[in-house]
Protein backbone atom coordinates (compact mmCIF):
# COMPACT_ATOMS: atom_id res chain seq x y z
CA UNK A 1 0.00 0.00 0.00
CA UNK A 2 1.91 3.39 -0.99
CA UNK A 3 0.83 6.49 1.13
CA UNK A 4 1.11 9.68 -0.37
CA UNK A 5 3.86 12.03 0.85
CA UNK A 6 3.02 15.17 3.48
CA UNK A 7 4.73 17.92 1.26
CA UNK A 8 3.05 20.73 3.25
CA UNK A 9 5.26 23.19 5.81
CA UNK A 10 4.11 25.23 8.16
CA UNK A 11 5.98 28.38 7.88
CA UNK A 12 5.46 27.90 4.02
CA UNK A 13 1.24 27.50 4.81
CA UNK A 14 1.48 31.02 7.05
CA UNK A 15 3.45 32.80 4.79
CA UNK A 16 1.06 31.94 1.64
CA UNK A 17 -1.90 33.42 4.68
CA UNK A 18 0.00 36.46 5.12
CA UNK A 19 0.11 37.27 1.68
CA UNK A 20 -3.60 36.50 1.70
CA UNK A 21 -4.26 38.96 4.58
CA UNK A 22 -2.01 41.97 3.02
CA UNK A 23 -4.39 41.86 -0.24
CA UNK A 24 -7.15 42.98 2.42
CA UNK A 25 -5.42 46.46 2.76
CA UNK A 26 -3.59 47.35 -0.14
CA UNK A 27 -3.74 51.05 0.05
CA UNK A 28 -3.21 51.87 3.47
CA UNK A 29 -1.59 48.68 4.89
CA UNK A 30 -2.03 46.25 7.47
CA UNK A 31 -0.77 46.07 11.03
CA UNK A 32 1.29 43.42 12.26
CA UNK A 33 -1.10 42.63 14.80
CA UNK A 34 -4.19 42.43 12.64
CA UNK A 35 -2.01 40.11 10.45
CA UNK A 36 -0.80 37.56 13.23
CA UNK A 37 -5.02 37.99 14.33
CA UNK A 38 -6.03 36.94 10.33
CA UNK A 39 -3.20 34.11 10.18
CA UNK A 40 -3.30 32.24 13.94
CA UNK A 41 -0.12 32.92 14.36
CA UNK A 42 2.28 34.66 16.73
CA UNK A 43 3.77 37.70 15.84
CA UNK A 44 7.32 37.10 15.54
CA UNK A 45 6.52 34.72 13.52
CA UNK A 46 4.18 37.44 11.36
CA UNK A 47 7.35 39.99 11.44
CA UNK A 48 10.05 37.54 9.60
CA UNK A 49 7.53 36.66 7.18
CA UNK A 50 7.14 39.83 6.35
CA UNK A 51 10.67 40.95 6.42
CA UNK A 52 10.93 38.17 3.85
CA UNK A 53 8.57 39.37 1.60
CA UNK A 54 10.13 42.57 1.64
CA UNK A 55 13.72 41.41 0.79
CA UNK A 56 11.38 39.78 -1.83
CA UNK A 57 9.76 42.60 -3.03
CA UNK A 58 6.61 41.33 -2.16
CA UNK A 59 5.50 44.09 1.25
CA UNK A 60 6.90 47.01 2.22
CA UNK A 61 6.25 48.71 5.27
CA UNK A 62 5.16 52.42 5.60
CA UNK A 63 7.65 53.78 7.91
CA UNK A 64 5.34 56.77 8.77
CA UNK A 65 2.37 54.27 10.35
CA UNK A 66 4.22 50.95 10.46
CA UNK A 67 1.70 49.66 8.34
CA UNK A 68 2.28 47.25 6.03
CA UNK A 69 1.11 46.69 2.29
CA UNK A 70 1.61 44.96 -1.18
CA UNK A 71 4.33 46.30 -3.30
CA UNK A 72 2.83 46.33 -6.90
CA UNK A 73 4.38 43.15 -8.25
CA UNK A 74 2.10 40.72 -6.88
CA UNK A 75 -1.32 43.55 -8.28
CA UNK A 76 0.48 43.45 -11.40
CA UNK A 77 0.67 39.89 -12.32
CA UNK A 78 -3.14 39.92 -11.60
CA UNK A 79 -3.50 42.52 -14.58
CA UNK A 80 -1.54 40.08 -16.71
CA UNK A 81 -4.00 37.27 -15.94
CA UNK A 82 -6.99 39.20 -16.45
CA UNK A 83 -5.33 40.53 -19.96
CA UNK A 84 -4.74 36.68 -20.81
CA UNK A 85 -8.28 35.70 -19.80
CA UNK A 86 -9.83 38.72 -22.24
CA UNK A 87 -7.27 37.77 -24.92
CA UNK A 88 -8.09 34.43 -24.61
CA UNK A 89 -11.99 35.38 -24.56
CA UNK A 90 -11.80 37.53 -27.67
CA UNK A 91 -10.26 34.42 -29.68
CA UNK A 92 -13.10 32.62 -28.25
CA UNK A 93 -15.55 34.63 -29.34
CA UNK A 94 -14.03 35.00 -33.11
CA UNK A 95 -13.57 31.47 -33.40
CA UNK A 96 -17.70 31.11 -31.83
CA UNK A 97 -18.11 33.64 -34.81
CA UNK A 98 -16.54 31.88 -37.58
CA UNK A 99 -18.29 28.45 -36.94
CA UNK A 100 -21.70 30.23 -36.45
CA UNK A 101 -22.11 32.45 -38.99
CA UNK A 102 -24.17 31.72 -42.00
CA UNK A 103 -22.53 30.97 -45.25
CA UNK A 104 -22.61 33.37 -47.91
Known amino acids: MSTKPDYTNAAQQRLL ?12 GVSNTAISKATGSNPSSI ?3 LE ?7 AERDEA ?10 PQQAVKVFSA ?11 RNRFTRTPD
Open 47 to 49: TRD
Open 85 to 95: IDLHAARVEQA
Open 65 to 74: TGLWRLTPRL
Open 17 to 28: KVLLALFSDVVQ
Open 52 to 58: NLRIAGL
